[in-house]
């Protein structure tokens, strides 16, 4: 069983950065595919980033591109998110999640979930 723990979130202007860690135990976090998914109230849950098992394949909703990445350090059990150039609409819970494969992977169809972080961006 894998436990997740997210941390990092908090209330920022528009335009700032934050960086979300999610700290994986219980298991063995190098053979895990990793995500972000993250849910603003009223809305379902939106696919964000996710990371192959040695970080050499990323990939990132449209909506997030170019400002939000993904890293991971398997030596750490940790997942990043580095999220730069905020806007009022990144206002949610963000979660990290971890499957086996990598597919489907912007369907929710991960194996484990984190609590989630919250990330409000004031305007």
């Known amino acids: 069983q894998v436990q997740l723990v997210e941390s990092g979130g908090g209330q920022v202007q528009a335009g700032g950065s934050l960086r979300l860690s999610c700290v994986a135990s219980g298991g063995t976090f190098r053979n895990y595919v990793m995500g972000w998914f993250r849910q603003a109230p009223g809305n379902e849950r939106e696919f964000v980033a996710a990371?192959?098992?040695?970080?050499?394949?990323?990939i990132h909703a449209d909506s997030v591109k170019g400002r939000f990445t993904i890293s991971r350090d398997n030596a750490k059990n940790t997942v990043y998110l580095q999220m730069n150039s905020l806007k009022p609409e990144d206002t949610a819970l963000y979660y990290c999640?971890?499957?086996?494969?990598?597919?489907?992977?912007?369907?929710?169809?991960?194996?484990?979930w984190g609590q989630g972080t919250q990330v409000t961006v004031a305007s």
């Open positions: 990371i192959n098992w040695g970080g050499s394949n990323t």
């Open positions: 999640a971890a499957k086996g494969g990598w597919e489907r992977l912007s369907n929710g169809d991960y194996d484990y």
